[in-house]
């Protein structure tokens, strides 16, 4: 089946780096792509979409200037938290969306662990 | 290796039924359990997270049980509405935080 990868899985930061997230397909190619985050003992929650070549749309109460998506190609959408800081810390999750034929399907990434110390 | 199982993989129901969704876990060792929706084209929508310690959680029509020792869980939807159709997505967090284990989906129908 499609898989989608992220990496890094984990990752452990200083107050005020940035991180970069990267969300690939491996063997499709993702027109569109989600990205989750989820806090300790809460749902996830949609950060925002990302569609390939064009801005990404990002949810109500999701700082974009501090959240930068690009989605360059049709296998790889990237996240990259600016500045980081402890509230920060979460799990994020991406989704990439593939459509062949009649099927629309999304595939999920196993997550990457943020940790703004 | 955790592995996440749901039955059925599609279901079409006629409007005003109650029914089950069911999702099977291959690994008890687990932080916490949730149930996702996902219309098509969009990213999903959590209906009910269970801790680990919890057995259960409703959210309106929705009902969702946890038997972690048995490796299951349930979602009852009650009084089914079209707008209920849609795929339901249990997922699982294994311990310590590191992944989150999806299950494939039921792929429900509610007929008017």
């Known amino acids: 089946g499609a898989v989608v990868s992220q990496h890094p899985s984990r990752v452990i930061c200083k107050s005020g780096t940035s991180v970069k997230i990267e969300c690939r397909s491996l063997?499709?190619?993702?027109?569109?792509m989600f990205w989750y985050r989820q806090f300790p003992k809460q749902s996830l929650m949609l950060m925002a979409t990302?569609?390939?070549?064009?801005?990404?749309?990002?949810e109500q109460g999701v700082e974009k200037d501090k959240f930068l998506i690009n989605h360059a190609s049709l296998t790889l959408s990237t996240l990259t938290v600016t500045s980081a800081h402890p509230e920060d810390s979460s799990f994020y999750i991406c989704?990439?969306?593939?459509?062949?034929?009649?099927?629309?399907?999304?595939?999920f990434g196993p997550g990457t662990r943020l940790t703004v110390l | 290796k955790q592995e996440v199982t749901q039955i059925p993989a599609a279901l079409s129901v006629p409007e005003g039924e109650n029914l089950v969704l069911n999702c099977s876990f291959t690994?008890?060792?687990?932080?916490?359990l949730q149930w996702f929706r996902q219309d098509p084209g969009k990213g999903l929508t959590s209906l009910l997270l269970?801790?680990?310690?919890?057995r259960e959680q409703t959210s309106g029509r929705l009902n969702a049980s946890l038997d972690k020792s048995s490796g299951r869980s349930t979602l009852y939807i009650a009084a089914s509405q079209p707008g209920d159709s849609a795929t339901y997505l249990c997922?699982?967090?294994?311990?310590?935080?590191?992944?989150?284990?999806f299950g494939p989906g039921t792929r429900l129908s509610v007929l008017p």
């Open positions: 989704s990439a969306r593939s459509v062949a034929g009649r099927t629309d399907t999304q595939y």
């Open positions: 063997d499709f190619q993702a027109t569109t």
């Open positions: 990302s569609n390939e070549g064009s801005k990404a749309t990002y």
């Open positions: 690994d008890s060792a687990i932080y916490n």
């Open positions: 269970i801790q680990s310690s919890q």
């Open positions: 997922a699982v967090e294994v311990l310590n935080g590191q992944n989150f284990v």
